[in-house]
């Protein structure tokens, strides 16, 4: 179903329902449409309001929600933090989107699980695993997502999502993290799926110039290679693409 240029907020309903339902992975000019008037979408306020706790744009948040609901595989999200991008990707799951959907989160700058970031300027936490509970269960959508506390690379955690996704490869894959994408591409390309849809943030990152650098020449080595399709960046410099195996 293409989306209209100038949409109401019954076309936005109509696209999300018949997302749930398609086959085909969404494309570019989609998401560009669908960017196009996206604050007359009946659930734009609602995110506005999730971005109170996330660091990502709320227009990056609308398109997780529409990824997960189109989604009929596997989601993996690196690096929730509190649980922003996780009730995007979350609301998606719940209202029919795909399964299984696994997050890991080490649990913030003091590398120890459960970790605090009590002095973070707009989005503090005492203990970053249990505020993601937190905020995720206020939305009713903890039975959603499987938390696995760890970094993305600790071998526990690689067994956890191996076995999460076996037999149900990963579709929708978000990566918000320290900026090793290229780690976690390798770790996990295995349960990868063509086509998967990819967002990684810190494309441009201002004020965090190393995470920049390196997503930037992994995502545009990749792309050159003609391993991702890039569609483009969004927000305040989240790349979403997808990945062509
Ligand atoms: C920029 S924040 C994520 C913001 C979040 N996605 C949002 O919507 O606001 C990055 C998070 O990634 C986590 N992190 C960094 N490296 C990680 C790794 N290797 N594995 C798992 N989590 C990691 C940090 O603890 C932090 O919570």
Same mark, same amino acid.
Request: one cysteine or more.
């Given at each position: ?48 309001? /999730? ?167 992994? /995502? ?26």
């Amino acid at each position: 179903m293409a989306f209209p240029q100038s949409a109401t907020p019954e076309d936005y309903l109509a696209f999300d329902a018949a997302a749930v339902r398609r086959r085909k992975p969404i494309d570019r000019v989609e998401i560009d449409a669908y960017l196009k008037s996206i604050e007359v979408h009946p659930y734009y306020a609602k995110m506005a309001t /999730v971005k109170d706790i996330s660091m990502l744009h709320v227009d990056v948040l609308m398109l997780l929600r529409l990824f997960a609901r189109a989604t009929r595989g596997g989601i993996l999200e690196i690096g929730p933090y509190i649980g922003g991008s996780s009730i995007g990707i979350g609301s998606g799951v719940r209202d029919g989107g795909g399964r299984p959907y696994a997050s890991v989160e080490h649990g913030g700058v003091e590398e120890e699980i459960g970790g605090t970031y009590r002095d973070h300027p707009f989005y503090p936490s005492s203990n970053i695993i249990d505020d993601l509970k937190k905020n995720l269960a206020a939305e009713g959508l903890g039975s959603f997502v499987s938390i696995f506390p760890g970094k993305s690379d600790t071998p526990s955690v690689v067994e956890k999502v191996f076995e999460l996704f076996r037999g149900s490869p990963i579709e929708l894959l978000f990566i918000d993290a320290d900026g090793a994408v290229d780690r976690d591409m390798e770790l996990y390309r295995p349960l990868i799926a063509k086509n998967c849809l990819l967002v990684f943030d810190d494309y441009t990152a201002p004020g965090a110039e190393e995470k920049e650098q390196r997503v930037r020449r992994v /995502v545009d080595e990749e792309v050159a290679r003609g391993r991702l399709e890039s569609y483009g960046v969004y927000g305040w410099g989240t790349w979403i693409g997808r990945y062509r195996g």
